[in-house]
């Protein structure tokens, strides 16, 4: 299912063979810095660019002996080019390679997630115009509370999505250092001049201190960008669940030709891939609390970040991948039914123009205390007698000393409670 929504490219971003690309990539790079200052002969450096290569199989052979990954891999690659491989890794030490590379690969996955994030934002951008004009009731505590249109909804989350893009942007930043600088960070083996170079050429800043790895705190907050794009994905998923209980139904999952509900009850049409979304952004939370937990090393480093990471990164990155483009498939099917949205306005017997009525009675010299009284009066009659608001008022007694019948049918106007929306939309599109 996954595969499904996942694109591949991010499937390939991550994939073994693009792991060992990488950091053949860095290590390629630093041979080539080593020369320009004159250290790795030229004839040499040319055969280590045409011959270097490695093979996945081979690298697990060496690794079930060596028992290091990296040493592993540095076998392999050496048994590709022969005599010259002995310039490979010159200075370095293994989180040169490790760090430097996978900063690569989480700037390149924060790209492909901004991209689909881009996508999400151009459909919600499309419903929110679309039902512009549509009203149905707002809810607070899943209670009815006024009147809105059904686009608000699209528009709030248009603009929480465009502060995801942010967060995406300024965690690509972060994470996009590297480290050059050998054992513990202190350019023991290795010039200053080297990192400068290799980092240049990948697009990369240097850590400016580092001891043997670049700091967990960037890929924590890294991990915490994509933990707020989970969340905002559920927050919606939330919401489409709650519009598609039979009570509400007001909208309504994308229901295929032959899809069914359920294996006992054919009758059922489930939110299940919003249902999916709420539970795989618990997983991208819970691997937010474990980069946290990385941060903290022994002196210059350990490795028990390594392992969390090698599944936490991948599969973060990989599940917001597959949320996003989930997402926008569900809002792009969604079923709409604003008729639906009028009944429902209207099983409240009108008690939404409560503030109204306080808000007149006010005006006409009645403390806010006083008229509330009045107010909440009726509105729990009308609540417990089923019987139309509006009606209660211009029975009561109280009410008609301040309250005309014209000032009251005035109040019950549906269209005052949308009329600053264009001012909404305008603010929120208007740079779109």
């Known amino acids: 299912m996954i595969q499904r929504y996942t694109r591949p490219e991010m499937a390939e971003l991550w994939s073994i063979e693009n792991k060992y690309r990488k950091w053949l990539e860095v290590e390629i790079a630093v041979c080539e810095a080593w020369a320009e200052l004159g250290e790795i002969p030229e004839e040499a450096l040319r055969e280590i660019k045409q011959k270097a290569g490695y093979d996945v199989k081979r690298i697990d052979e060496i690794e079930a002996t060596v028992k290091h990954d990296v040493i592993a891999f540095l076998t392999s690659v050496s048994e590709h080019v022969g005599k010259a491989s002995r310039y490979i890794h010159k200075g ?26 881009d996508s999400v934002l151009k459909v919600l951008k499309d419903k929110a115009l679309q039902y512009r004009d549509t009203p149905c009731m707002g809810r607070s505590h899943g209670v009815h509370a006024e009147p809105m249109v059904f686009g608000l909804k699209f528009a709030l989350w248009y ?35 080297v990192e400068e170079k290799v980092l240049n050429k990948l697009g990369l800043k240097a850590e400016p201190v580092a001891t043997q790895v670049v ?56 939110p299940v891939g919003s249902e999916n979304l709420s539970g795989l952004a618990r997983v991208v939370r819970a691997n937010t609390i474990a980069a946290l937990e990385n941060i903290a090393l022994w002196h210059e480093r350990d490795i028990s970040h ?21 997402l926008k498939g569900i809002i792009e099917g969604l079923h709409v039914y604003p008729e ?9 017997y009108n008690l939404f123009f409560s503030q109204r009525v ?27 007698e089923r019987k139309d608001f509006r009606a209660m008022l211009l029975q009561d007694p109280e009410i008609k000393k301040y309250l005309t ?16 929306i264009d001012y909404i939309y305008k603010r929120v599109f208007q740079d779109s």
Request: proline share 3%; hydrophobic share 35%; aromatic share 6%.
């Open 159 to 193: 603009e929480e999505m465009k502060r995801n893009v942010q967060r995406m942007q300024r965690a690509k930043e972060v994470i996009s250092y590297g480290k050059l600088s050998g054992a513990v960070g202190t350019f023991s083996n290795i010039p200053p001049e």
């Open 215 to 270: 700091q967990r705190d960037r890929h924590a907050e890294y991990l915490q960008a994509l933990s707020l794009v989970a969340a905002t994905v559920e927050k919606i998923a939330v919401e489409i669940r709650h519009l598609q209980r039979t009570e509400v139904l007001e909208a309504e999952e994308p229901f295929t030709h032959g899809q069914k509900g359920s294996s006992a009850m054919p009758h059922k049409r489930n």
């Open 306 to 326: 390594s392992s969390v990471e090698r599944i936490i990164i991948p599969d973060s990155t990989t599940l917001v991948n597959y949320m996003l483009n989930r």
């Open 358 to 384: 306080l808000l007149a009675l006010t005006e006409k010299g009645l403390s806010r205390e006083k008229a509330y009284e009045l107010v909440q009066r009726n509105a729990m009659k009308s609540w417990h």
């Open 405 to 420: 019948k014209k000032e009251i049918d005035s109040i019950f106007d549906l269209s005052y409670y949308l009329r600053n």
């Open 92 to 117: 370095l030490t293994s989180s040169d390679i490790l760090d430097t590379s996978l900063a690569l690969l989480m700037r390149d996955a924060a790209e492909i997630i901004l991209r689909d994030i």
């Open 340 to 348: 639906r949205m009028k009944e429902n306005i209207q099983r409240s």
